[in-house]
């Protein structure tokens, strides 16, 4: 049974490029040149999850092979693979979408709940894909364009300058929270880290990109690089190797609903729009005239 500090962290939300940078990490230390000893697809986990894009099936291509390479693109994780016996090179490509996790276990510790697929590896360890909600993806391929949303994203919000991200920006109509979130613009940014950026920027989530000043726009940039940067630093000393968790408890604004700016005190504000929920201070945010508590 989950502790209730581990159920909070592992139900929290939207892996974002922080948490998926700091699992990335911990892969690329954990199961690079491990042999893949087994793989086990539990019946939920089937086409729901699973997407075999080479048609090989996805234990008996895996089965023998070995993690060559990991890597993060926006809020996907790639994985190379070499396949025994040699052939052509394989790449399995995760989405994790709202409530999917990897954890990495020994093989004998018991499985969380909706453990889907389990990858047993040289040493007696599990890499398993944990979906409470069975809302991620897995993709079996040979060409990773064959991805979906893969190809249409933007480029990496820490490796972008300024005046790029000024030319993307001007592409974007909208309110800012929107374009934040959209991979066409930057990849790896969602819900959570969009609220904590526009707040380090002062900038309201529903102001709209056309009413930005110049300076607002060097704002929100340095807010994109500092957030981000920060995020990765405070998400590597709290989640260590248990790459399941999501700990958010530093965070500013996002699922603060009520209490205290740490900037002014004023109590954080929640709206709900577009199915999605947005955390922000009016008081050190204003430029909205939107109802929430």
Request: charged share 25%; aromatic share 6%; with cysteine.
């Amino acid at each position: 049974m989950i502790a209730a500090s581990e159920e909070s962290a592992y139900t929290l939300g939207m892996p974002e490029l922080p948490e998926l940078e700091v699992v990335r990490e911990v892969l690329q230390r954990r199961v690079i040149g491990r042999r893949i000893e087994a793989v086990e697809v539990s019946p939920t986990g089937g086409p729901l999850i699973v997407r075999d894009l080479t048609r090989d099936g996805l234990e008996r291509a895996l089965t023998g092979a070995t993690f060559t390479e990991v890597k993060r693109r926006g809020k996907f994780l790639l994985f190379a693979v070499a396949p025994h016996p040699p052939a052509e090179p394989l790449y399995l490509v995760i989405n994790l979408k709202l409530t999917g996790r990897l954890q990495l276990a020994a093989a004998t510790e018991k499985r969380l709940p909706k453990t889907h697929v389990v990858f047993t590896l040289s040493g007696a360890d599990d890499l398993r894909y944990v979906d409470r909600k069975s809302m991620g993806q897995m993709y079996l391929t040979r060409a990773i364009d064959r991805v979906p949303d893969y190809g249409n994203l933007g480029p990496e919000p820490l490796g972008v300058s300024l005046a790029t991200f000024r030319e993307r920006l001007r592409a974007f109509r909208g309110e800012l929270k929107g374009i934040l979130t959209r991979g066409e613009f930057i990849a790896g940014i969602g819900n959570a880290y969009a609220d904590e950026i526009l707040w380090t920027a002062r900038l309201h989530p529903y102001r709209k990109r056309t009413q930005l000043a110049s300076d607002e726009v060097d704002r929100l940039y340095q807010a994109v690089q500092t957030t981000l940067l920060d995020a990765i630093e405070k998400v590597r000393a709290e989640m260590g190797e248990q790459i399941h968790l999501e700990p958010r408890d530093f965070m500013s604004v996002h699922m603060k609903t009520g209490e205290p700016c740490p900037r002014c005190g004023a109590p954080i504000s929640l709206v709900g729009a577009n199915q999605r929920l947005t955390n922000f201070c009016r008081a050190c945010q204003p430029g909205g005239l939107i109802k929430g508590m």
